[in-house]
């Protein structure tokens, strides 16, 4: 069964930095594209970031670019998402998720369980 | 980027069958745009039902189907039960990235 287990969430001010992992296992992690999904509070879900299986390929939402920076070591089966400058609006439960086709990178079909990322004073 | 809309929230009985749609600011939805569609409970992820328009997961019960409908993809839900209460959000893929829809809350009452 495929597992995706989301870490590194917590509470930070605004402008500094946090550090979230996902790690896959049950699948060929090299494969598969991983994508950070993330939801405010009470609100709907909202695709942040995407890195291929090779890691060539990368998207970042508009209102995260310069900010974040996404990668992955498949060596451990591990993708990263360096957040900078933090601000209130990314607090959330941020999600990662992966495809159930090979190659694909704007869909998901397996999802972790989240980590939650608040950003206040 | 294109817009993905749903509507707000929708009501169904015990039994009955409610169909939630999901429009793109682009023009209409087609196959390949991959529409997906979620079910998401409260202080639950996201679970995945639908993938590429009309494909059920093995977990996925059969009362749940999509499909294309007046140019947007649809999710049809036939014998509602209590627990299918929850939002339900469609995605669908355009270059570059996948964009979600606003969400529907589904009310069995």
């Known amino acids: 069964e495929v597992q995706l287990l989301e870490s590194g969430g917590g509470l930070v001010q605004p402008g500094e930095s946090l550090r979230l992992s996902c790690a896959g296992s049950?699948?060929?992690?090299?494969?598969?594209?991983i994508t950070w999904v993330r939801q405010a509070p009470g609100k709907g879900l909202e695709w942040v970031s995407t890195i291929s299986g090779s890691g060539d390929t990368i998207y970042y939402e508009d209102s995260v670019k310069g900010r974040f920076t996404i990668s992955r070591d498949n060596s451990k089966n591990t993708v990263s998402l360096q957040m900078n400058s933090l601000r209130a609006e990314d607090t959330a439960i941020y999600y990662c998720a992966k495809p159930r086709r090979l190659g694909a990178v704007t869909s998901v079909d397996y999802w972790g369980q989240g980590t939650l990322v608040t950003v206040s004073p | 980027q294109a817009v993905v809309t749903q509507e707000p929230s929708l009501t169904v009985s015990p039994g009955g069958t409610v169909t939630l749609t999901c429009g793109s600011s682009?023009?209409?939805?087609?196959?390949?745009?991959?529409p997906y569609w979620f079910q998401q409970k409260p202080g639950q992820a996201p679970r995945t039902l639908i993938y590429?328009?009309?494909n059920r997961h093995s977990w996925t019960p059969a009362r749940f189907s999509g499909s294309l409908l007046g140019g947007k993809a649809a999710l049809t839900l036939s014998g509602a039960q209590p627990e299918d209460e929850a939002d339900y959000y469609c995605l669908l893929s355009y270059s570059g990235a996948g964009v979600f829809g606003g969400g529907t809350k589904v009310t069995v009452l």
């Open positions: 682009s023009g209409p939805v087609t196959s390949g745009h991959f």
């Open positions: 049950e699948f060929t992690f090299s494969s598969y594209a």
């Open positions: 590429d328009t009309n």
